[in-house]
């Protein structure tokens, strides 16, 4: 009500002026009177729109649930190939990290802080739990190439780039004398950057171990792993092929996209190993799902909301955070 009050009152200005003063002349009381009711109608128009909007973006219940039919990916640092000593530097911080309990903490840490960002709780860094690091006077530089819309493991907070690969580079780059330079980039093109860089770079975006991506570029040790969920209106759509007919959104570049992709063609397939250590060739199918591809998952939830696709595939932490 008070939207069209504040538009009805705007447009009513504005006939005022354009009639310069005559509203009260028969010729023009006729011609306002009829102008006012047309602008009525569509004060009215514009205010149930607004109305509409904000019903649609608040009744709609949204629900992440696991991908039944796909298993966990790992992920790791993507390192230029033939990089050893950058790689034995990663692995080293990974490696203490999951021993001591570091990558953990640092896990719950930044999902909190992402939280903090999106309007919740502050968040407070376990005590001894480092968060800021001191490169000195080094001039030799680790590229570090991300995305910023992948929370907890790389977002925006104030005006840095921060997470939980950003740490570990951080550490990385303290222990070995060098200092790193954060180039956030579209996650499609993460991999191709650090093949063809010249100097150390790493791909540092909550990037899954591939064998397509393993082909250029080479891996750390596993430091997370994440299961793909799919995000739908009231979590009605629990796997793969539950997509079959749909229209799914994806980020660009990520497993949902190559996943997605290859199971409305021949089929997404993985392997699984039996108790007998023999394996098992799975595949899974979403005959006639329509992709469309994003530069940034913030977009995908707005066009569900919206109802331009029915939903989204993507990482776990990351849904969650959105939700």
């Not at 504005?14 to 028969?26: A, D, E, L, R």
């Not at 514009?46 to 509409?52: E, N, P, Q, Y």
């Not at 802080?113 to 502050?122: I, P, S, V, Y």
């Not at 939980?164 to 499609?188: L, P, R």
Request: charged share 20%.
């Amino acid at each position: 009500m008070h939207i069209a009050c504040f538009i009805f009152a705007m447009l009513l200005l504005y006939v005022s002026n354009t009639t310069k003063g005559k509203i009260f002349g028969i010729y023009n009381m006729k011609k306002t009177v009829k102008t006012l009711v047309i602008l009525a109608v569509v004060a009215t128009i514009i205010t149930a729109c607004f109305a509409l909007v904000a019903c649609n973006d608040n009744d709609i219940n949204l629900v992440a649930a696991d991908a039944a039919d796909l298993l966990k990916e790992d992920f790791g640092i993507a390192v230029t190939k033939g990089n050893t000593e950058l790689m034995n530097a990663v692995n080293q911080v990974i490696d203490k990290w999951k021993a001591n309990g570091k990558l953990a903490q640092y896990s719950a840490y930044y999902s909190a802080l992402a939280d903090e960002e999106n309007g919740g709780e502050k968040a407070v860094a376990p005590e001894g739990l480092q968060t800021s690091w001191d490169f000195g006077n080094a001039t030799q530089i680790i590229a570090v190439y991300t995305e910023s819309g992948f929370a907890p493991y790389e977002f925006i907070y104030g005006e840095n780039v921060i997470g939980i690969d950003i740490a570990i580079m951080s550490q990385v780059a303290v222990n070995t004398g060098k200092k790193i330079e954060v180039k956030d980039v579209m996650f499609d093109v993460i991999a191709t950057n650090v093949q063809t860089a010249t100097g150390d770079a790493v791909g540092a975006a909550g990037m899954s171990i591939t064998e397509e991506r393993k082909e250029i570029v080479d891996f750390s040790h596993a430091y997370a792993y994440s299961t793909l969920v799919i995000v739908s209106k009231d979590g009605q759509y629990k796997s793969v092929k539950d997509l079959a007919g749909k229209k799914v959104g994806v980020q660009e570049g990520t497993s949902g996209d190559i996943i997605i992709s290859e199971a409305i063609g021949n089929g997404y397939s993985y392997e699984i190993e039996n108790d007998d250590e023999t394996t098992t060739t799975i595949v899974v199918k979403a005959a006639g799902a329509e992709v469309k591809q994003y530069k940034a998952y913030a977009l995908a939830l707005q066009d569900l909301k919206n109802g331009r696709i029915d939903a989204i595939l993507m990482d776990n932490l990351p849904a969650e955070l959105m939700l």
